[in-house]
């Protein structure tokens, strides 16, 4: 049940996520900076979630102050650090190119994992996490294997080691904060520190308050705003976080995977545009590599290991990671 109710969670984050391409990008389009977009949905989302994480803890505000360093953790890295880097490489590389190195966030939890325990891990988990990386690269396109800027490609990894941050600190015991309370004072904290990196101008933030053009009609600018606060952060963070709970940083980041799958497929539903063989071939390319790793059995960590590394090695040998995705050339924020 357990299990199952973390696949339930998992599969509707990547599925959440995967709807801020479809909605992010009328913002764009009509002059927003990726940045100042991601600030405002991160922002909102964290309001949106913020009577719940009152009523989550309902006076137990002792257990938000404990669980403050994976608060910070979520905040700072999973969110912030992780959007900064993104932002940032694909002003120097292509999107494409960007997300690919983004989304080996799995694999550094595997590589992680077998460094820190000094234990390889199951041949079974290497042939999925094959699997799943030849799956996405079909899905995002082979063109974005290519040689490109070094700084770009350096900092496309640091959004992957902060997507793998994002996973890792979802995973790890609650010690009785609840994932509503972690997502949104994350988000928050997130959202504040990518506006203050926005205002002091280490990356463009301008936004245009007039209307967009959605599913080809001009609404407001805050309607799309609205839609991906609500399903493509605040529901996809606290499903994620809940899922990665149950499931373990290592399965859970691969079911993240699936994340630029939906996203093509709300993409050719929403925007018209193509969903290729190749692409469809990529998604049951990643379906395989993820029962691949659901089915490997549990490997057991040595107890002095865990201690020594804070538990980390043993978080991330059972739990996966994840980020946000973005079809149609969009800036994943699940990452953000």
């Not at 999925?128 to 700084?151: F, K, Q, Y």
């Amino acid at each position: 049940m357990k299990q199952s109710t973390g696949l339930v969670a998992a599969l509707a984050s990547a599925a959440s996520f995967a709807t801020s391409g479809a909605f992010v990008k009328p913002l764009l389009e009509a002059g927003w900076s990726p940045a100042a977009a991601v600030s405002a949905r991160t922002l909102s989302a964290g309001l949106l979630l913020l009577p719940l994480v009152v009523w989550s803890l309902r006076g137990r505000w002792g257990t938000l102050w404990a669980g403050r360093w994976r608060v910070l953790g979520m905040g700072a890295i999973a969110v912030a650090f992780t959007q900064f880097a993104y932002f940032a490489a694909i002003s120097r590389i292509p999107v494409s190119t960007a997300l690919l190195v983004e989304y080996l966030a799995p694999l550094l939890l595997v590589l992680w994992a077998w460094v820190s325990t000094r234990r390889a891990p199951h041949a079974i988990v290497l042939l999925g996490s094959v699997l799943a990386i030849g799956g996405l690269v079909l899905v995002i396109g082979p063109g974005a294997v290519r040689a490109v800027d070094p700084a770009g490609l350096t900092l496309a990894f640091a959004a992957a080691v902060g997507c793998a941050v994002y996973f890792v600190v979802g995973a790890r015991p609650s010690a009785g904060l609840p994932p509503v309370a972690l997502a949104g004072a994350g988000l928050l904290l997130g959202g504040l520190t990518l506006a203050l990196i926005g205002a002091v101008g280490l990356l463009p933030f301008t936004a245009d308050f007039g209307d967009v053009t959605l599913l080809g009609s001009a609404v407001p600018w805050f309607v799309p705003l609205a839609v991906v606060a609500v399903f493509g952060t605040a529901i996809a963070y606290a499903t994620g976080i809940f899922g990665a709970g149950r499931l373990g940083s290592r399965l859970a980041s691969f079911i993240g995977l699936l994340e630029v799958v939906f996203a093509s497929i709300f993409a050719w539903l929403l925007l018209g545009e193509n969903l290729t063989v190749m692409q469809m071939a990529g998604g049951v390319l990643i379906l395989f590599g993820i029962a691949a790793v659901h089915a490997a059995p549990p490997q057991t960590v040595p107890a002095t290991v865990g201690t020594e590394a804070g538990g980390a090695a043993q978080v991330a040998e059972t739990v996966p990671a994840g980020g946000e995705t973005e079809a149609a050339g969009i800036a994943p924020a699940a990452l953000g």
